[in-house]
């Protein structure tokens, strides 16, 4: 994904071998910016769980009645958080006001992050996936260049659904086909409260469906 997306904005990945990766060094930019195409999620932080109870304005956005989780939105929207011991919503204005970046640089990365976010769509699209929303992470180089750095595009930052069966099980008021980790929060949310309560150890089974939906989003998206 860093390869293929240099035409968007320069990265930090230099090389790889194994699950190590050399990168440059750079400042990282403490917020995360999660574009998101449709509205789901079950986290604290999650659009729909604000949405679900009440909220229509998130993250500066503002968001009509009547939308139903996992619908797919007018248009992608940019839903920043910070990054701490606990995640918090924050809207392009408070960034900006808090000194976080100037307003050229939020623009810039706002663009840019729209741009990767349609890009990854778009593959994901041939290789009968739904990108449904993401995370990107961005820093600034010894020279002040604003880069992309972390990750991109993988399971562990984004959510997948299949294609195909999206819309029958959208019509139908059903979860989607999933892939990626929300096997695991689903597993835990039916066990105890993940925010409050103790996590019990996830079993086998659950680690190895995680494993297999990695596995599977990785060969379709490289065949």
């Not at 659009?47 to 009509?64: D, V």
């Not at 050229?104 to 990854?120: N, R, S, V």
């Not at 469906?209 to 990785?218: E, I, R």
Request: overall charge negative; hydrophobic content about 30%.
């Amino acid at each position: 994904w860093f390869e293929k997306t240099r035409h968007i904005i320069n990265n930090h990945y230099i090389s790889s071998k194994g699950s190590n990766m050399i990168v440059k060094k750079c400042t990282p930019i403490r917020i995360e910016f999660v574009v998101r195409g449709y509205i789901a999620g079950n986290t604290s932080t999650s659009l729909w769980t604000h949405y679900s109870n009440g909220e229509r304005l998130y993250c500066g956005i503002e968001f009509p009645d009547g939308l139903v989780k996992n619908q797919k939105l007018t248009t992608p929207v940019i839903t920043p958080t910070t990054k701490s011991d606990n995640d918090e919503p924050i809207s392009k204005k408070d960034i900006i006001e808090q000194n976080i970046l100037t307003s050229d640089e939020c623009d810039f990365i706002y663009t840019k992050a729209l741009q990767l976010f349609k890009y990854g769509q778009e593959i994901a699209d041939k290789a009968g996936f739904i990108l449904v929303d993401t995370k990107y992470e961005f820093g600034k180089t010894i020279d002040g260049e604003i880069i992309l750095i972390d990750e991109i595009h993988t399971c562990d930052s984004s959510r997948y659904w299949l294609k195909d069966t999206y819309k029958e099980r959208f019509t139908e008021k059903k979860e989607p086909d999933k892939l990626d980790k929300d096997c695991i929060r689903d597993w835990v949310r039916s066990k105890c409260d993940p925010y409050t309560e103790t996590i019990p150890i996830i079993p086998e089974e659950i680690i190895q469906k995680a494993y297999n939906n990695y596995k599977f989003f990785y060969e379709q998206l490289i065949s």
